[in-house]
């Protein structure tokens, strides 16, 4: 069977269950939903309209004792407004209430509020006819006992709607655990299926990969010799059969590689250096004297051979870094003295460009175990990109740093910098952060390649503008 049938099989057995579990969970969010639903569009509005009635009570009833004493018209619009509102509240709270308690509360509310508008309205008539004093029995006696009968009423309307609220809540509470039981029963039995399914497929893949991971590990060292044996017919084993085909291919191609370095190396050195040595004979005037032309075009010929050879030096150098075949002389290197030697290499190129070249040291101990051949290309390929890429009357400083485990070569420059989008490729081969100012763009890539085979590192930072700073970290041993 193939290999997607075995995962497609499996992952379907769980999506089978997975899908009852969300069949079930729905179902019971349907029903929660349903709850709240009904506590939110019913149960809380009538709750509202119920305590908004209950307050307004009171203002109704210093309204007509103020009324009552000082016999304003005022006061009996004011009064008028108020009792609407608790009409307009009756009219929500008869829309909203469903349980018998609810409607029961209401219909006395109800009847309180207009046996209690009717009291008012009479005692307004006996004021208005000067009757002061019945008016004022009728407030006692009527008005008074139907506001409380009212407001009761209200607060009774209100407890009701919180026990059903209560009751709804604690139902939702009864679903809610019954829900998380049932998605959690039905979830362990999922991830059972799944795990039992899955690890007897994740078994034989990891069997099988195991031994693919073994052997590219191999390959990765140098030192795979056998095929690996293909025991499937599933992708895995294309897999494994691949892998054979690729290793064998990779070990003709690094046969291949070394070759092609060996001839190479012979094939453009040698015209190149035969080229060169007949340009020097020609500039020392052996075969005879050269017109003032021909001079010129000796020289130039002979500038065109050392760059193409200088060239050729560092693709074939950085092939070998890239490639692991470049050998290292390795013995005691005091880069203090690496140093120096570079320093005094570059100090032509740094005064005909008006650069200040200066040398720095922090701590005393700056001994590593390298090659100082190796050392000392990495401290000139930095140097004369500082100075290339610095203006006439800057500064690139040389300093060592003894970091205890490490020492630290850094390169630092007052030039143009390096732009932040190219920043992240300046190591690449033939990649240059500033067009037209010279290099091959392989310098940097062979200071990157001397450090890791050095079993170091190489990082930059630079502003555009201000400055860069390379930065090599070689261990000690």
Do not use: C
């Amino acid at each position: 069977m193939r290999l997607a049938s075995k995962i497609f099989l499996t992952s379907s057995l769980v999506i089978v269950v997975l899908g009852a579990v969300g069949a079930l969970g729905l179902r019971a969010v349907d029903r929660l939903v349903a709850v709240n639903r009904d506590i939110a569009t019913r149960a809380v509005p009538a709750l509202q309209a119920a305590v908004s009635a209950r307050e307004i009570v009171p203002t109704l009833e210093r309204l007509e004792a103020r009324f009552l004493v000082l016999r304003d018209p005022r006061y009996v619009r004011l009064w008028e407004g108020q009792a609407a509102r608790i009409e307009r509240e009756l009219e929500r709270l008869s829309d909203a209430v469903a349980s018998a308690q609810e409607v029961e509360h209401l219909a006395a509310a109800t009847d309180a509020f207009e046996r209690y508008r009717e009291a008012v309205r009479r005692e307004q008539r006996l004021l208005a006819a000067g009757d002061r004093a019945r008016a004022a029995a009728v407030a006692e006696r009527e008005a008074r006992p139907q506001a409380e009968r009212m407001d009761a009423g209200f607060e009774a309307l209100a407890e009701a709607t919180r026990a059903w609220v209560a009751g709804a809540q604690a139902e939702a509470a009864r679903l809610e655990a019954r829900t998380w039981t049932g998605v959690l029963v039905a979830l362990g039995a999922a991830v059972g299926l799944a795990l039992l399914a899955t690890a007897l497929v994740a078994h034989r893949m990891t069997r099988s990969l195991r031994t693919l991971s073994a052997a590219t590990a191999a390959v990765a060292e140098g030192a795979w010799e056998a095929p690996i044996a293909v025991e499937s017919r599933d992708e895995i084993g294309r897999l494994a059969a691949s892998f054979n085909t690729m290793a064998g291919q990779l070990r003709r191609m690094e046969e291949t590689k070394k070759e092609f370095f060996a001839s190479v190396s012979h094939e453009l050195r040698s015209p190149l250096t035969s080229i060169r040595g007949a340009l020097d004979l020609l500039r020392e005037r052996v075969p005879g004297e050269l017109t003032a032309n021909q001079t010129r075009l000796v020289d130039i010929m002979g500038q065109s051979v050392d760059r193409l050879l200088r060239l050729v030096n560092q693709i074939l150098e950085l092939s070998r870094l890239r490639a692991g075949l470049q050998p290292l002389a390795r013995e005691a290197v005091d880069l203090d003295h690496v140093l120096g030697r570079g320093l005094e290499e570059l100090r032509p190129q740094a005064d005909d460009a008006g650069v200040r070249l200066e040398r720095e040291r922090v701590g005393g101990d700056f001994i590593v175990n390298g090659d100082p051949e190796r050392l000392l290309q990495v401290v000139v390929n930095l140097g004369a990109n500082a100075i290339r890429f610095t203006a006439r009357g800057g500064r690139v400083v040389a300093r060592l740093v003894d970091a205890g485990a490490e020492v630290e070569l850094q390169v630092e420059d007052t030039g143009v910098g390096i732009p932040a989008e190219a920043l992240p490729h300046v190591f690449e081969p033939y990649r240059q952060a500033h067009a037209g100012r010279g290099g091959s763009g392989l310098g940097l890539a062979i200071v990157r390649g001397v450090a890791t085979a050095h079993g170091g590192r190489v990082t930059v930072e630079s502003q555009e503008g201000k400055g860069s700073r390379f930065t090599v970290l070689l261990p000690r041993s």
